[in-house]
């Protein structure tokens, strides 16, 4: 991380990228905080976490911090699926923010989940995940 502000690179980041609420960025950078500290030792120098791995703890901390209304909140601060994430994290990046190792591109966070079945699966009925999960078979 650099001398920016947190704010500041929020800011210059929707001044070249638009799509996504100022909320969003700060939600992104929590959870790349969360997923730090679940795959990576807290003494290790290097606390970098792949995209899949981003994906897991926004996942994780959407979920804890939103519950049944993640995938509404979501939709209105314009995440639809892991490649916005990526992309926050790369306009984070481009206004130097966040650092970035070799080898990181935006197509690391494509796949993973469908957001709309991961943040409203968890709260349905079990019998209802369950009918679920054998019609999508």
Sequence with gaps: MT???????????????????????????????????????ENADDQHVSGQELLAGFRDHVLSEYGPMSNIILEQWGLQRG????NIVYNLIDVGYFGRNDGDSLEDFAGGYVFATAFSEPFLPSSARSTRASSSS
């Design 3 to 41: 001398s920016i502000s947190f704010g500041d690179a929020v800011r210059r980041s929707i001044q070249n990228d638009p799509r996504y609420h100022p909320a969003a960025y700060e939600l992104v950078r929590d959870a790349l905080h969360i997923a730090a500290k679940k795959f990576r030792d």
């Design 83 to 86: 490649e916005d994430v990526g």
